[in-house]
């Protein structure tokens, strides 16, 4: 596994750190070893007052070097022990969320059978609550996985949009989805699904919408433009300013915006962006960019 770029760059200024300040104070004290030699032929007299001097220079600069080199390892060691417990969580958090992922899709799949096969179970608002609740469980680990390793690999391939959104959209049956247009974009098929699921959750749970009319254009400097609009409650200027900054809640009803976060940071790291915003009239507005694909 290798080291995250930000913890190789913390690594590499402790490197230079211990290195800067060890050649520094040595270049110190070799300087006043050359002035306090040159000062003792010039002093006659008080060439032993100097020659004291000199000597002092001497086992005070080994000291303080020492002390300095043993920090700056200390230093480096501590950061090399943070790394590979930091690389032990991630890898403890990545099996368990997948071990829970799996069981919970299996659970779904189980619920969805029971469904189709018992109308009566189908009929059940507790198995429709169930259903619900193992979407958005789903949709939460997920988030929990990219927000603790926000600079894992991604696999950007060409992904067709109309046929991602409307295949992702079946989670939510309660949300009309239509699709205007399609393009084929630049990215990362499961970090673009975790993207349209957080846009799509957002809208139902907490806009409360029941229409979504996504338009998809192509621009003139091969971008494309993904322009989600939702007939929901829509969001005041405060909260939409607030949207997209991990656990800060506007508003008592609010989520932790760790959803949304992670929509944004994995649309940029796709070399792309996410925008919020309100229409005119009612409703929310989601702006997605991406790059087109050749």
Do not use: C
Request: hydrophobic share 50%; no cysteine; glycine share 8%.
């Amino acid at each position: 596994m290798t080291m995250p770029s930000r913890n190789r760059l913390h690594y590499i200024g402790a490197i230079v750190w211990v290195l800067l300040t060890v050649a520094l104070a040595s270049w110190w004290m070799i300087f006043g070893l050359e002035q306090a030699q040159e000062l003792k032929l010039l002093a006659g007299p008080e060439a032993a007052r100097i020659q004291h001097v000199q000597r002092m220079l001497v086992w005070e600069g080994i000291a303080f070097i020492g002390l300095l080199l043993g920090g700056g390892i200390a230093l480096v060691v501590s950061v090399r022990r943070e790394q590979a417990r930091q690389r032990a969580v991630e890898a403890f958090f990545m099996a368990f969320t997948h071990d829970l992922k799996t069981a919970l899709a299996s659970l779904q799949l189980q619920a969805e059978s029971l469904s189709e096969d018992l109308p009566e179970a189908a009929a059940s608002p507790n198995m429709a609550r169930l259903l619900k609740d193992a979407v958005r469980l789903g949709v939460q680990l997920e988030n929990s996985l990219y927000f603790a390793q926000p600079e894992g690999h991604l696999l950007v391939e060409p992904v067709s949009i109309a046929k991602f959104i409307a295949k992702t959209a079946g989670d939510w049956p309660e949300l009309n989805v239509r699709v205007e247009g399609d393009e084929t974009v630049l990215a990362d098929a499961r970090a673009l699904e975790s993207v349209w699921r957080n846009l799509l959750q957002n809208a139902v749970i907490h806009g409360g919408a029941t229409e979504m009319t996504v338009r998809i254009e192509r621009r003139s400097d091969d971008r494309v433009t993904i322009t989600a609009i939702d007939d929901g409650r829509g969001a005041s200027p405060q909260v939409v300013r607030a949207l997209g900054l991990p656990f800060k809640r506007p508003t008592a009803s609010s989520g932790t915006g760790v959803g949304l976060f992670v929509s944004r940071q994995l649309a940029r790291r796709m070399n792309g962006d996410l925008r919020f915003g309100r229409p005119a009239g009612a409703g929310f507005t989601a702006v997605l960019e991406l790059p087109v694909a050749h």
